[in-house]
């Protein structure tokens, strides 16, 4: 065995101790009872379905009439359209809201950071009812502004985070170029910023995907809004169950092309020739100057 491989063999990262051939075994068997765990747990979910009858075709016909494929695509559709309108809305408002935290005008700075604090500790629930009952307005506007007001806090905190997390150096080296507080927050940090807040952006993107279901709260006529309507038209027991199974995997899927959208993102960065590493020249002897 060579030096290397026994250095290879004894190495340890920041964050836990490589394990031994003892403790490589023990994680193995760890991970067979936690396959054979999950695959017992879904076996008994499948037993109770089909126990229930949720597969037979008295259940699934009625996904066939286009009444009801028409009402889910609806559905589907204005789903999406609040969630494009909260998604952009919430990137805005927690750019200026972080911009407000960054700040270095203290009044402006706390001003930013009371916004940020009394919509990220106030239920994304209550704000949306507070302005569709108290404010009177319409469910798709109430909808949007409430996810837009807890997201964009929650996003605020992501950005400024991110730009205070840029080594300082980039910061003090931008000014002594002679650029302004703006271009160096607009060419310099923010960049910078954005390529490693990126999986954090996409996560809270997800959520307010997902708290778009809240809106048939309001009687806004989103996804889950039209599946509850369509469960409680069907003459079966148990009619929720087709309706989730087939609204589940929509909803999860949406959320996977979030995530596979800020996969492609990043990996484009990578290439990108603005952000790819320059080869620099070795230094060399400068040329004599005349007299020296």
């Not at 004894?10 to 490589?24: E, K």
């Not at 002594?176 to 910078?192: E, F, H, N």
């Not at 469960?231 to 087939?246: E, R, T």
């Amino acid at each position: 065995m060579t030096a290397h491989a026994l250095h290879g063999d004894t190495q340890s990262t920041a964050l836990y101790d490589i394990p031994g051939p003892r403790a490589q075994r023990r994680h193995f068997f760890y991970g067979i009872a936690s396959t054979l765990m999950i695959l017992a747990l879904a076996g008994w979910l499948l037993y109770l379905l089909f126990d229930t009858n949720q597969f037979t075709a008295a259940k699934w016909n009625p996904f066939t009439y286009e009444g009801i494929q028409e009402l889910l695509l609806k559905g589907l559709g204005n789903t999406l359209k609040a969630f494009a309108y909260a998604s952009v809305l919430s990137l805005l408002l927690g750019a200026v809201l972080a911009t407000g935290r960054l700040s270095v005008h203290r009044p402006v700075r706390w001003l930013a950071t009371l916004c940020v604090e009394f919509f990220r500790a106030m239920p994304v629930l209550v704000m949306i009812f507070f302005i569709f009952v108290a404010l009177k307005v319409q469910p798709l506007p109430a909808l949007v502004a409430g996810l837009t007001l807890y997201n964009g806090s929650v996003l605020a905190e992501v950005f400024r985070t991110g730009v205070n997390a840029v080594d300082k150096g980039q910061r003090e080296a931008a000014y002594a170029l002679g650029m302004r507080k703006t271009q160096v927050m607009t060419y310099v940090l923010a960049p910078q910023a954005v390529r490693a807040m990126l999986p954090t952006i996409i996560s809270q993107l997800v959520v307010a995907l997902k708290d778009t279901s809240l809106g048939y709260l309001i009687t806004y006529e989103e996804f889950l809004h039209a599946g509850k309507l369509i469960a409680s038209n069907l003459d079966y027991d148990l009619p929720f169950i087709p309706v989730v199974m087939i609204i589940s995997p929509i909803y999860i899927g949406m959320c996977m092309l979030l995530s596979w959208f800020a996969t492609w993102v990043a990996r484009r960065e990578r290439r990108s020739f603005k952000t790819r590493a320059v080869e620099v020249a070795p230094a060399e002897p400068g040329t004599v100057l005349p007299g020296r």
